[in-house]
């Protein structure tokens, strides 16, 4: 099974080489990949039309438990720029950029951001810091920074176009921070119960707390005297809503719900989907959801 998945990736390796050497000079385009959505989109407000982005990890996918197939392999070996969020969470995709993309340059978003330290329940992929850190919108001002930067070097005669258009999308940032911050502020409470610990950093910039969380461990099922607790923590909260996630099955979440008389609203940290496939559109559906349960 192992060998046949390899065989399978070499495979790939061989004609994406081949297609990038016969393709190369059909459009003079930035190739980038971005690892998840919000990169992706991030890649795209600052790129505009001279960058053609392409996005690893497919929409509803989770990037904890992401298997790659060998078209991933493809794409990243055709990309010139290689957007990641870091700290361990592409542990699924750095193998394959190494193989596969010789002069790929990696841009590392976490790159000077104060990473939170995961405890043994919030261990995600290789690391053993939380990776979330997008879901704080300020911190992505910063991750916007740094992809505008990557432009400029790999295409200087464009570094003003890039320049103008990365001012203007973090003026959105901006705007975003503000509304959450205005829309938190009239929580309620501020504390809640997540699914999966994605939601640190976001708690941290907005004055919330995150009172439990559902998994133990990307893809583990919770313990009976987890979700006992998970049970006191809602009581105590006088919250009726359990956050699952849309990459995630609801079924824990449900029987869980059940049990504590309330309903179960799905949170979407990665987006890329229907009515939240920009970052600001998500932000703003999750923050609608939030104030539905702790407004
Ligand atoms: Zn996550």
Redesign the pocket.
């Known amino acids: 099974m192992k060998l046949s998945r390899n065989k399978i990736f070499f495979l790939g390796l061989f004609f994406s080489l081949f297609l990038s050497h016969t393709s190369s000079a059909s459009d003079n385009k930035l190739k980038v990949v971005a690892s998840i959505a919000p990169l992706a989109d991030f890649a795209r407000q600052v790129g505009g039309d001279k960058v053609d982005v392409i996005l690893l990890l497919p929409p509803g996918a ?3 438990t992401y298997e790659p197939t060998p078209r991933t392999m493809q794409e990243i070996s055709q990309a010139k720029i290689f957007i990641k969020i870091g700290a361990g ?1 592409e542990f699924w995709a750095d193998k394959l950029v190494a193989a596969a993309a010789k002069g790929v340059v990696a841009v590392d978003c976490s790159r000077g951001v104060a990473l939170i330290h995961a405890n043994d329940h919030e261990k ?1 992929g290789a690391g053993n810091t939380d ?2 850190y997008w879901l704080d919108p300020l911190i992505a001002i910063g991750m916007v920074k740094k992809i505008e930067e990557a432009y400029a070097k790999a295409d200087p005669a464009d570094s003003s176009y890039f320049a103008q258009r990365a001012s203007s999308y973090i003026a959105g940032l901006t705007a975003l921070d503000k509304q959450i911050a205005g829309t938190v502020k009239t929580f309620r409470t501020r504390e809640y119960v997540t699914f ?3 939601w640190n950093y976001f708690s941290r910039r907005y004055g919330l707390t995150v009172a439990g969380v559902i998994e133990e461990g ?1 893809g583990k099922e919770p313990t009976a005297r987890h979700i006992d607790r998970i049970l006191r923590e809602l009581r105590r909260l006088k919250i009726r809503v359990v956050f699952a996630e849309t ?1 995630f099955s609801p079924r824990m979440a449900e029987a869980i719900a059940r049990e504590a008389g309330g309903r179960v609203l799905m949170l979407d ?1 990665i987006g890329g989907q229907k009515e939240r496939a920009s970052y600001i559109d998500m932000m703003r559906y999750n923050l609608a959801l939030m104030k539905k349960a702790m407004g």
């Open positions: 989770s990037p904890h969470l995600h990776p979330h999966h610990p994605a990307p990459q940290p």
